[in-house]
Every structure is written in structure tokens, then in C-alpha cells.
């Protein structure tokens, strides 16, 4: 059992779901504590020196209510520490980020087609913009920006996500490939024309606008399409990217967990570990060991289904885990 007076080496625990990663993902069912843990972990991280940003990708965000306060889509400091590190959040606004998206996804589409069909291209980019895959591609998109900024030099040390429940996360990871597949296909198709174009030089020449016009088409799709590639690169590096998931052991969490697992795994992803939250003590009155024992029989279940990554079992807390007080107390509650 751990307590407050060892809470260093508990508070190492949390960070080790990140060690030497990048990016870490925190996923896993609704309400099972993705949002409380990613938290946490990110206060470990900031204060053992190291420069995070927490990032919500959940459009019900709720990291601005753990934290009390209101969070933007651009980042807030909440907390700097002696270490040196720094605390930083952002919840992704998924309205912000799909007028973004179109705006640029527009700009494209509008050059590919002839002035006098520019209005209908409007209103599809309207129709478009309530679409739900356009939310998740937006999402994503801001996402692999984010992942970008680590390279800048006043960057961040590690980008933490807390993600939607796991369903959302599922289709969120499959996607770069998908977005790869639709970019490339558009490229062929631009390809396919231009040679068509080639061919029509000779019996009239081709426009220098034109040939401009096709350049910058085509620099568009090809940035977005090296974006997701790096995207689903960084995604299937174990080194650089930590898939952590989170899960009560309960019988539906445990379903969904090994389900789960096994879809990142056909997707090349890894998990780094199993977040195993709300624990019952066994020692503190019967009811509570009754719910240990039946939680023992889950854990043995999404063991035999899932023995690799390491678990880390934290404890059911007694207290609301509320702003900064309350996640600095989350190590205490890590089980050995
Ligand atoms: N170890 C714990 N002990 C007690 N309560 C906890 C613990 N971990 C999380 N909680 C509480 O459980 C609730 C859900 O936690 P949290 O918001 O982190 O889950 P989530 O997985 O992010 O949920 P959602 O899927 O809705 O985003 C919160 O009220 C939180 O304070
Ligand atoms: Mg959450």
C-alpha cells in the first residue's frame, strides 16, 4: 500500500506511463478516468522538469472543469514548477477546428473547379461542415499540428492527450489512413489530368495560370498527405508514442479494453500499459473486499486476453480529485 509519505516513487509511476515518449494517449470507456489520469500524469511530468501540454480531444471537454478554470483552444499555463518544468492545457474546439479544415479544404477544391461552380462548392463546404466525419478529420488535423509543435524549439518536452471515450479514439486512430488513401487517390486524379493536359499542348498549349494553379493544388495535397503519414508514423512508434489505456475492472470495461487493444494492435499500435482505476481496497469492510475479490476475477480475465503491457492499479479515492491539490493526490492512491 502506498501513502503520502512515498508518494515520489508513486508519483514516478505516473510518469513512467510517459517515459521517454513524445506523445502519450490516454484512452479507454467513458467515466473509467482517462481525463482524471492523463491529468495527473501530466502534473508529474511538469514537475519532474518537464515542458507539457495537456491536450482534450473530447468535444465534452471537461479538463477545464477538473481544472477549474476556463480553457481555451490555444494553450494556458496552469502551473510552472522548480524544476523547471511547465503546465500547459488546451481543450481542441472542434467548431474552430472544422471552420480551419474547410477553410483550407475550400481554398482547394474551389481551384480545382471552373468560377461558375464555385457557389455550389460553397454550399457543399456548408453542408460539409455539419457532416460528422468532417469533425473527426478536424480533430485529427489539429492533432497532427499539435504533434508538430514538438519539434519547434520553443516547443513542448511531451504532448499528453485525454481522448473521447474509446469508440470516438478507435476511428480517430484509423483515420491518417484513410485520409492518406482519399489524398493519394486525389493526387492520381490531378496526375491523370495533367497528362491529359500534356497532350492537349500540342494542339493548343496550355496556360502558364493553369500550370500554376495545378502546382499549388497539388503542394496542398501532398502537405496534408505527409501530415497524416507523419501523423500515423508517430502513432505506430513505440518509442516516441505511448498508447496508455485507462479501465475500470468491471465486466464492460474489460470487454471493451480487450476489443479495443486488439484494434490497435491490427492498426500496428501499440499499448504501452493498462491504466487500472477506482480499485476497491481490501481491507477496509466487507462490502468493499466482496468488490476487490469480484474485480480480481476481471483483472484475471483482461490478463489472459491481454498479459503484455504492465498494469497500474490505482485506488478508488476518498475525496473528489479536484484542481492541481486534488491530481497531486492521485500518486498516493497507485498501488504496488
Ligand atoms: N481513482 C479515483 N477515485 C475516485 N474517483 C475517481 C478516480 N478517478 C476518477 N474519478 C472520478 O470519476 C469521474 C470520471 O473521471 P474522469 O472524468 O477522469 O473519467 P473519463 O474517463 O475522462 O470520463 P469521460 O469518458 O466522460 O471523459 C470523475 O468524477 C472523477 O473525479
Ligand atoms: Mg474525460
Given at each position: 500500500?502506498?501513502?503520502?509519505?512515498?508518494?515520489?516513487?508513486?508519483?514516478?509511476?505516473l510518469?513512467?506511463?510517459?517515459?521517454?515518449?513524445?506523445?502519450?494517449f490516454?484512452?479507454?470507456?467513458?467515466?473509467?478516468?482517462?481525463?482524471?489520469?492523463?491529468?495527473?500524469t501530466?502534473?508529474?511530468?511538469?514537475?519532474?522538469?518537464?515542458?507539457?501540454?495537456?491536450?482534450?480531444?473530447?468535444?465534452?471537454?471537461?479538463?477545464?472543469?477538473?481544472?477549474?478554470?476556463?480553457?481555451?483552444?490555444?494553450?494556458?499555463?496552469l502551473?510552472?514548477?522548480?524544476?523547471?518544468?511547465?503546465?500547459?492545457?488546451?481543450?481542441?474546439?472542434?467548431?474552430?477546428?472544422?471552420?480551419?479544415?474547410?477553410?483550407?479544404?475550400?481554398?482547394?477544391?474551389?481551384?480545382?473547379?471552373?468560377?461558375?461552380?464555385?457557389?455550389?462548392?460553397?454550399?457543399?463546404?456548408?453542408?460539409?461542415?455539419?457532416a460528422?466525419?468532417?469533425?473527426?478529420?478536424?480533430?485529427?488535423?489539429?492533432?497532427?499540428?499539435?504533434?508538430?509543435?514538438?519539434?519547434?524549439?520553443?516547443?513542448?518536452?511531451?504532448?499528453?492527450?485525454?481522448?473521447?471515450?474509446s469508440?470516438?479514439?478507435a476511428?480517430?486512430?484509423?483515420?491518417?489512413?484513410?485520409?492518406?488513401?482519399?489524398?493519394?487517390?486525389?493526387?492520381?486524379?490531378?496526375?491523370?489530368?495533367?497528362?491529359f493536359?500534356e497532350?492537349?499542348?500540342?494542339?493548343?498549349?496550355?496556360?502558364?495560370?493553369?500550370?500554376?494553379?495545378?502546382?499549388?493544388?497539388r503542394?496542398?495535397?501532398?502537405?496534408?498527405?505527409?501530415?497524416?503519414?507523419?501523423?500515423?508514423?508517430?502513432?505506430?512508434?513505440?518509442?516516441?508514442?505511448?498508447?496508455?489505456l485507462v479501465?475500470?475492472?468491471?465486466?464492460?470495461?474489460?470487454?471493451?479494453?480487450?476489443?479495443?487493444?486488439?484494434?490497435?494492435?491490427?492498426?500496428?499500435?501499440?499499448?504501452?500499459?493498462?491504466?487500472?482505476?477506482?480499485?476497491s481496497?481490501?481491507?477496509?469492510?466487507?462490502?468493499?473486499?466482496?468488490?476487490?475479490?469480484?474485480?480480481e476475477?476481471?483483472?484475471?480475465?483482461?490478463?489472459?486476453?491481454v498479459?503484455?503491457?504492465?498494469?497500474?492499479?490505482?485506488?478508488?479515492?476518498?475525496?473528489?480529485?479536484?484542481?492541481?491539490?486534488?491530481?497531486?493526490?492521485?500518486?498516493?492512491?497507485?498501488e504496488?
Amino acid at each position: 500500500m502506498t501513502t503520502a509519505n512515498n508518494a515520489a516513487p508513486a508519483a514516478e509511476a505516473l510518469r513512467g506511463l510517459a517515459a521517454g515518449a513524445r506523445v502519450v494517449f490516454f484512452s479507454g470507456k467513458g467515466g473509467v478516468g482517462k481525463t482524471t489520469t492523463a491529468a495527473a500524469t501530466a502534473v508529474a511530468l511538469a514537475d519532474a522538469g518537464e515542458r507539457v501540454l495537456l491536450v482534450s480531444t473530447d468535444p465534452a471537454h471537461n479538463l477545464g472543469h477538473l481544472f477549474e478554470r476556463r480553457l481555451k483552444d490555444t494553450p494556458s499555463t496552469l502551473a510552472t514548477t522548480a524544476a523547471g518544468g511547465r503546465l500547459d492545457a488546451l481543450e481542441i474546439d472542434p467548431a474552430a477546428a472544422t471552420a480551419g479544415h474547410l477553410k483550407e479544404v475550400g481554398a482547394t477544391i474551389r481551384a480545382m473547379m471552373p468560377e461558375h461552380l464555385h457557389r455550389e462548392v460553397d454550399k457543399y463546404l456548408r453542408l460539409a461542415a455539419d457532416a460528422p466525419g468532417t469533425h473527426e478529420a478536424s480533430v485529427l488535423e489539429r492533432i497532427a499540428e499539435l504533434t508538430e509543435e514538438l519539434t519547434d524549439t520553443d516547443g513542448y518536452d511531451v504532448v499528453v492527450f485525454d481522448t473521447a471515450p474509446s469508440g470516438h479514439t478507435a476511428r480517430l486512430m484509423a483515420l491518417p489512413d484513410l485520409m492518406t488513401a482519399w489524398t493519394d487517390g486525389l493526387l492520381r486524379r490531378r496526375e491523370a489530368s495533367e497528362r491529359f493536359g500534356e497532350a492537349v499542348v500540342g494542339l493548343g498549349g496550355k496556360r502558364q495560370a493553369e500550370d500554376n494553379r495545378d502546382a499549388r493544388i497539388r503542394s496542398v495535397l501532398t502537405r496534408r498527405r505527409d501530415r497524416f503519414a507523419r501523423l500515423r508514423g508517430l502513432l505506430a512508434d513505440r518509442d516516441r508514442c505511448a498508447f496508455v489505456l485507462v479501465l475500470a475492472a468491471e465486466r464492460l470495461p474489460v470487454a471493451e479494453t480487450i476489443e479495443f487493444h486488439e484494434q490497435l494492435r491490427a492498426q500496428g499500435i501499440g499499448v504501452r500499459a493498462l491504466v487500472i482505476n477506482k480499485r476497491s481496497p481490501g481491507d477496509a469492510g466487507e462490502f468493499l473486499a466482496r468488490r476487490r475479490k469480484a474485480e480480481e476475477r476481471y483483472v484475471a480475465e483482461l490478463r489472459q486476453a491481454v498479459p503484455d503491457p504492465p498494469v497500474l492499479n490505482i485506488r478508488l479515492a476518498p475525496d473528489e480529485l479536484r484542481g492541481l491539490d486534488g491530481l497531486w493526490s492521485l500518486p498516493d492512491l497507485v498501488e504496488n
